[in-house]
T-cell receptor, first 115, second 113 residues
């Protein structure tokens, strides 16, 4: 496993619930990313934080709200989700500033099911 | 369509055989990366090849890049059952000025014992 952890690993929630996904990296990296992986679709970039500053919000619905309190932690707050939001949510980090050139280190993901 | 597209979508081979997966892309790139994902888990980085490189090796892995054809291939030699996974190519076509690493849909490799 990489030095990126995610909790919980599995989450089932109703459409009216509020929940949060947590990601922690132990690699001393300065950039963190949230990706969504749905069946038979390419990995979708949702949010990018570089040096704790959000640098990209890829047209993600407001029912997803990221938070990056420091360079080691990243959260994804969820509220009033839809069934189509069910997916594997992956957190990743990279060294230095966020860049397309940088190798990504991924966590194991949170499997989210919205009922 | 997305930048990187892997081919084939699925590949099934016997243990000991070689596996070749291809990736095609549409616009100029700075680098191309290959990742592996075991079922329901995170992606693991395998190899990064820069646009000025033509071939790279890492253990049983060999990656080639042909920028004139906008394509890359990943060869796994002497495959093992543990190589069963999905393999993704990802391209950086940003010029370094944005943050996107664009992933394809992946090739599902099954290595039968």
């Amino acid at each position: 496993e990489t030095g990126v952890t995610q909790t919980p690993r599995h989450l089932v929630m109703g459409m009216t619930n509020k929940k949060s996904l947590k990601c922690e990296q132990h690699l001393g990296h300065n950039a963190m990313y949230w990706y969504k992986q749905s069946a038979k679709k390419p990995l979708e970039l949702m949010f990018v934080y570089s040096l704790e500053e959000r640098v990209e919000n890829n047209s993600v619905p407001s029912r997803f709200s990221p938070e990056c309190p420091n360079s080691s932690h990243l959260f994804l707050h969820l509220h009033t989700l839809q069934p189509e939001d069910s997916a594997l949510y992956l957190c990743a980090s990279s060294q230095d500033r966020a860049s397309g050139r940088a190798r990504r280190f991924f966590g194991p993901g949170t499997r989210l099911t919205v009922l | 369509s997305q930048q990187g597209e892997e081919d084939p979508q699925a590949l099934s081979i016997q243990e000991g055989e070689n596996a070749t997966m291809n990736c095609s892309y549409k616009t100029s790139i700075n680098n191309l990366q290959w990742y592996r994902q075991n079922s329901g888990r995170g992606l693991v980085h395998l190899i990064l090849i820069r646009s000025n490189e033509r071939e790279k090796h890492s253990g049983r892995l060999r990656v080639t890049l042909d920028t004139s054809k906008k394509s890359s291939s990943l060869l796994i030699t002497a495959s093992r059952a543990a190589d069963t996974a999905s393999y993704f190519c990802a391209t950086d076509n940003s010029g370094g000025s944005n943050y996107k690493l664009t992933f394809g849909k992946g090739t599902l490799l099954t290595v039968n014992p």
